[in-house]
């Protein structure tokens, strides 16, 4: 499986978006959460927590051979070194790295911004819907960004 996810930052709210999208071994939509997490954050560290909702997620659906895709390199360096980082960032890839030990089966690599279209328009319409948000049906806003993505996940 693949599970696909983006950030949005949203400074006047004060708030940072996730979008997630999880697709079966051929590209077929599964499931989709948005959510929306209140606070002022830089741009690498709301990319992080995206990844660490969604291994925490997917972890709590009990999936298994999950790829995780995300467009921030910043984010698949940072857990590819494992070097100590004493930052709000450094703190966010060190359980980020946690939870991917425990879970040998899940993988994290890096994504083009053009396949990751589907998680990255989810993640900027977060800040117009419920705090939580999970639908097992494309939502509308995607349908036709599900079918690009497919042919660009290269």
């Given at each position: 499986?693949?599970?696909?996810?983006?950030?949005?930052?949203?400074?006047?709210?004060?708030?940072v978006g996730f979008g997630t999208v999880v697709r079966d071994s051929t590209g077929?939509?599964?499931?989709?959460?948005?959510?929306?997490?209140?606070?002022?954050?830089?741009?690498?560290?709301?990319?992080?927590?995206?990844?660490?909702?969604?291994?925490?997620?997917?972890?709590?659906?009990?999936?298994?051979?999950?790829?995780?895709?995300?467009?921030?390199?910043?984010?698949?360096?940072?857990?590819?070194?494992?070097?100590?980082?004493?930052?709000?960032?450094?703190?966010?890839?060190?359980?980020?790295?946690?939870?991917?030990?425990?879970?040998?089966?899940?993988?994290?690599?890096?994504?083009?911004?053009?396949?990751?279209?589907?998680?990255?328009?989810?993640?900027?319409?977060?800040?117009?819907?419920?705090?939580l948000f999970i639908t097992y049906h494309p939502p509308d806003i995607i349908c036709?960004?599900?079918?690009?993505?497919?042919?660009?996940?290269?």
């Amino acid at each position: 499986m693949k599970c696909n996810v983006d950030a949005a930052l949203f400074k006047e709210q004060r708030a940072v978006g996730f979008g997630t999208v999880v697709r079966d071994s051929t590209g077929n939509f599964m499931v989709s959460k948005t959510c929306v997490t209140r606070g002022l954050f830089e741009v690498k560290e709301a990319e992080a927590l995206a990844l660490l909702d969604a291994i925490h997620w997917t972890s709590s659906l009990e999936l298994q051979d999950v790829i995780f895709e995300t467009d921030s390199e910043t984010v698949i360096k940072a857990i590819r070194t494992k070097n100590v980082d004493y930052t709000e960032f450094g703190s966010i890839i060190s359980v980020c790295y946690q939870i991917l030990e425990a879970h040998p089966s899940f993988k994290v690599q890096h994504a083009r911004r053009q396949a990751n279209m589907v998680t990255h328009t989810l993640a900027h319409t977060t800040i117009s819907f419920a705090n939580l948000f999970i639908t097992y049906h494309p939502p509308d806003i995607i349908c036709k960004s599900i079918n690009h993505d497919c042919g660009n996940n290269d």
